[in-house]
T-cell receptor
Framework: DAGITQSPRHKVTETGTPVTLRCHQT?????MYWYRQDPGHGLRLIHY???????DKGEVSDGYSVSRSKTEDFLLTLESATSSQTSVYFC??????????????FGPGTRLTVL | GQNIDQPTEMTATEGAIVQINCTYQTSGFNGLFWYQQHAGEAPTFLSYNVLDGLEEKGRFSSFLSRSKGYSYLLLKELQMKDSASYLC???????????FGAGTRLFVKA
């Protein structure tokens, strides 16, 4: 299994508070992704990173920001949490993208509840 | 628009064969993935197809027809532990975007 950890694994917070989720990898993979997963929806891409300090938006990026200051860490911040951001958040990594297989390996997930 | 369709739920019997279909409409095509996800766990990679045809990997096989925008995952000799969601995902061209379907929940009964 790819070495990917996420912290915290569970969090309950209140509307309007900032929240930061952390993804840590030990695989030295260049590409990292944040997804959210909600019932009835597939995994939806929030943001991704293609290198240290290189990030870009995915399809559901509003209300979220990311940072990647080291290869191994990718942080997702909810600037002011809302109830619509209650979800399960998965981090993923991949070694290649574009050409090649680009298989993504997922972390264990963070279950976030915004009250 | 971009869309991936797969059945919401399927039920099959232990020891049987089940086929999970996936149809897609995406901006370009650069590979199709199948992932398995047990309840409360992370998705795990099962298979990858980029050319037409069948890829076999033990009890699991995956088929792709690019002209029809169609794939299926075939699970043989079903076991109880195969009860899970199966996610179809397509990578388009020109970037990092992989689109995931909502998944098919498979129930394997004794």
């Amino acid at each position: 299994d790819a070495g990917i950890t996420q912290s915290p694994r569970h969090k309950v917070t209140e509307t309007g508070t900032p929240v930061t989720l952390r993804c840590h990898q030990t695989e030295n993979h260049r590409y990292m992704y944040w997804y959210r997963q909600d019932p009835g929806h597939g995994l939806r891409l929030i943001h991704y990173s293609y290198g240290v300090k290189d990030t870009d938006k995915g399809e559901v990026s509003d209300g979220y920001s990311v940072s990647r200051s080291k290869t191994e860490d990718f942080l997702l911040t909810l600037e002011s949490a809302t109830s619509s951001q209650t979800s399960v958040y998965f981090c993923a990594i991949s070694e290649t993208t574009g050409e090649g297989t680009d298989t993504q390996y997922f972390g264990p997930g963070t279950r976030l509840t915004v009250l | 628009g971009q869309n991936i369709d797969q059945p919401t739920e399927m039920t099959a019997t232990e020891g049987a064969i089940v086929q999970i279909n996936c149809t897609y409409q995406t901006s370009g095509f650069n590979g199709l993935f199948w992932y398995q996800q047990h309840a409360g766990e992370a998705p795990t990679f099962l298979s990858y197809n980029v050319l037409d045809g069948l890829e076999e990997k033990g009890r699991f096989s995956s088929f792709l027809s690019r002209s029809k925008g169609y794939s299926y995952l075939l699970l043989k000799e079903l076991q109880m532990k195969d009860s899970a969601s199966y996610l179809c995902a397509v990578r388009g061209t020109g970037g990092f975007k992989t689109i995931f379907g909502a998944g098919t929940r498979l129930f394997v009964k004794a």
